[in-house]
């Protein structure tokens, strides 16, 4: 079992996220060192199983794999990048912006029976799916009784 930080906030944020949901992600409102405010974003994820692997798939259109980083390390499988604005012609003027742009981490607590040199990801049209298979489960050894 792995502990994991109490954000008392936390539960408040995840239900307007389910009452008011955005296509692409979620966001939040963080406050900056000198006062301003900045839009911190994440992608959305589904989570799935099966008998032999779980599944997580984040959507991340437009990102190069180059700008996705995926580790695991006790117990905590994080995904991470940056997703990157296009500029293309300096004359082009935005009458309005939707998506999410900067830096984003989502990291998710896995359980203890998996094999973990054996995650494997994969992008296709703008989906990461990672693939994390599932250790043998182990069955008790039966004692006899002398």
Known sequence: MSLVRWDP?????????????????????ALEGDGGVTVEWSPSADISETDKEYMVRADLPGMKKEDVKVTFADGVLTIQGERKQHKE??????????NYYGSFSRSF????????????????????????????????KEISIQ
């Open 109 to 140: 607590s896995l359980p203890d029976n998996i094999k973990a040199d054996a995650i494997r990801c994969e992008a296709k049209d703008g989906v990461l799916s990672v693939h994390i298979p599932k250790a043998e489960q182990k069955k008790p």
């Open 89 to 98: 012609e300096s004359t082009e003027k935005y009458h309005r912006v939707e």
């Open 9 to 29: 906030f936390a539960d408040v944020e995840n239900l307007f996220n389910r009452m008011m949901p955005r296509l692409g992600g979620s966001s939040r409102l």
